[in-house]
């Protein structure tokens, strides 16, 4: 609870010199604020980063029925959370913006393989 949401803290980084603080929420000095989502890692090929995808209903008034939409979201991977994989179930957390387009960050490891 030490980033102000209701989740697990993560264990220490291993190498406490070569980690990056800068841009983790749970030992460094990253704020997390805005919504938390949940979606599912569709890409890890990135260094730092996972692409989230998540599926939403939108309601067509037209056709009086639902129809699915889903987002990619990039994440950014914080260190101490690196063992994340293809179809793992996470929750991510909105923040300032970390590059182009990365604006959110992992926070929890639904899946429990972590």
């Known amino acids: 609870m030490a980033i102000g949401i209701d989740v697990p803290m ?6 406490p010199e ?12 990253l704020p997390v604020r805005g919504q938390l989502r949940e979606g599912t890692v569709v890409s890890t090929d990135m260094e730092k980063t996972v692409i989230v995808e998540r599926e939403y209903d939108v309601f067509v008034p037209k056709y009086d029925r639902y129809m699915k939409r889903r987002s990619r979201i990039p994440a950014h991977v914080p260190g101490v959370l690196d063992s994340l994989e293809e ?3 996470v929750t991510i957390a909105e923040t300032r913006p970390l590059s182009k387009t990365k604006s959110h960050v992992v926070v929890e490891n639904l899946s429990g393989d972590a």
């Open 18 to 29: 070569d980690y990056d603080y800068e841009k983790c929420p749970f030992y460094g000095q």
């Open 10 to 15: 993560p264990p220490e980084p291993d190498d």
């Open 87 to 89: 179809g793992d179930e």
